[in-house]
């Protein structure tokens, strides 16, 4: 994936993405022993950075193939992504869900006019309902992270960011299949002088801290992590990628997730998805190595239940 | 109270405090059928617009005031407000505040080095404390609303508003002791081309709709009301502004106040005090009179016990 790359898709997403926020608090840096940069993707539109992806991975298909639709299986922040993408340019959203997803999600794909597709909850019935749907339907496959488009697309947040702050000395993100940090990491190769990504993962489900070890992806034989966007594990395209660019990956215990949420809550006054605290919780329990360092963190989410907190 | 003064007050403060950023929401337009803007104060100092009116205060005090220290009662966002201005400019804060008042008020204060001096909780005593402090230390009393300096500090908000959205046709603030909505009267007057005012006031503590009605100031038998920064009732510096240039005060009920405040965390993505959703509950209910037109809403605060949620 080529600079060029980056660019066009920068230029592509624009009119269909917010520019979105760079806030940080005194109260937070004095706790951190450093300047930390949020970059907001909470306020992105649908509430995440997957809409960057999304939007990019349906921009680049022919006329022909968007008049077929796409079809992705998530019930997470990238089905919402993909029908918010796909309404704005009038193309058809297939969203495979499972049977049993929260009623919350299913209504944010509607809202976005999504159609729904139901199906058991295994991740062989997904992938094979999708399949089905692409074959059907002649859609085209979105992947929430393992598609170069997506992943060019994400790393659209991060040249935002270095473009704001061009002092940042690392930027963390969380990292859940891997197409966040893949993306960032290629936008700090190709737009910053010297800035160094980092990944934060739960503890919980630590597969890209043991896949960097091993050279080969792992996989979570169980997560019980709050950190619900974080489970998934790494794909064939981002992973050389991570390989090649991140620094490393920090790892994190769910009690320090917790209250990184609560601090950015309550001092920052901005609502973020557990997933989204990692990066900061994994500022908070390395203070010696970030010390007086310029940190940029991209806040990847804020669609939470705030009727269901874990504080 | 002259633009000059405003402009004064503008410039002075301008080290001492945050340019709030002005976030909008697609959704929320589309729910409300206006184009709504929120000033996001809640992202001020401390956690609110009194920073503003603090600021101004002290800084318009003379050396030798400033020596003797200043003397506040609240138990709410004045409070914070007074003893971090106080401390950015090194002057000793007294901050009365009522013995039974809650531990994590206490603990803001103390954040920001000031002292706490306890008392019983009735006016009486609050107001008898802060009279003794006055005298045996020489220090300069701070109205949270009802004195002049706090006002024109207030006004800097909507200034900044109005500069970044000269196409506002509305504000709309909370009312609650009446210096935000008389400063931001000010500002609209002396600022705008045609910007109406529009208080907002919970119906369980509509203090100041009923003395607009009376020409008089009443105050609230009982406020049994969610917005808690919003039960005090109008001054004599601050109530003749409000007469003059406020255009009317909507009320609204709880359950619109708790459904607004709900609806701004969960598609904003940011948090706000309710009290600070009182205006977006005024735009709701009433919205043929809104229809189409722009919108702004100063966002009073963000400061709110995220343990203790009223939804």
């Given at each position: 994936m080529t600079k060029a790359q980056l660019i066009q898709a920068q230029k592509r997403i624009q009119p269909f993405i917010h520019k979105t926020p760079v806030l940080s608090s005194q109260l937070l840096n004095e706790m951190a022993g450093c300047n930390v940069f949020f970059k907001c993707e909470n306020f992105q539109k649908m509430g995440a950075f997957k809409m960057r992806g999304a939007a990019n991975a349906i921009l680049n298909l022919s006329e022909k193939e968007r008049q077929r639709g796409v079809v992705t299986h998530s019930s997470g922040n990238f089905a919402q992504a993909v029908a918010l993408a796909a309404q704005k340019l009038n193309v058809k959203a297939y969203i495979v869900m499972p049977k049993n997803a929260p009623q919350v999600k299913k209504d944010g794909v509607k809202t976005y006019q999504g159609e729904i597709i139901e199906c058991e909850s295994t991740p062989e019935a997904r992938e094979q309902t999708a399949k089905e749907i692409k074959e059907q339907k002649g859609a085209s496959f979105l992947h929430p992270s393992n598609q170069d488009e997506v992943i060019i697309g994400n790393s659209t947040a991060a040249i935002e960011f270095l473009d704001e702050?061009?002092?940042?000395?690392v930027i963390l993100t969380p990292v859940g299949g891997g197409g966040l940090i893949a993306g960032t990491a290629l936008a700090a190769h190709y737009f910053a002088e010297s800035c160094n990504v980092i990944g934060a993962e739960p503890l919980e489900a630590d597969d890209a801290y043991r896949s960097l070890i091993s050279g080969k992806i792992e996989t979570n034989d169980s997560f019980h992590t709050v950190?619900?966007?974080?489970r998934t594990h790494l794909g064939d395209r981002n992973f050389p990628i991570i390989k090649k660019y991140v620094d490393k990956i920090i790892r994190v215990e769910e009690a320090e997730i917790v209250k990184a949420m609560q601090l950015i809550w309550e001092r920052m006054k901005i609502i973020v998805e557990p997933s989204s605290a990692v990066p900061f919780a994994a500022v908070l329990t390395n203070k010696e190595e970030f010390k007086n360092k310029n940190i940029g963190i991209i806040?990847?989410?804020?669609?939470?239940d705030i009727n269901n907190l874990p504080f």
């Open positions: 702050h061009p002092e940042l000395d950190a619900d966007g974080l806040v990847s989410g804020g669609n939470v």
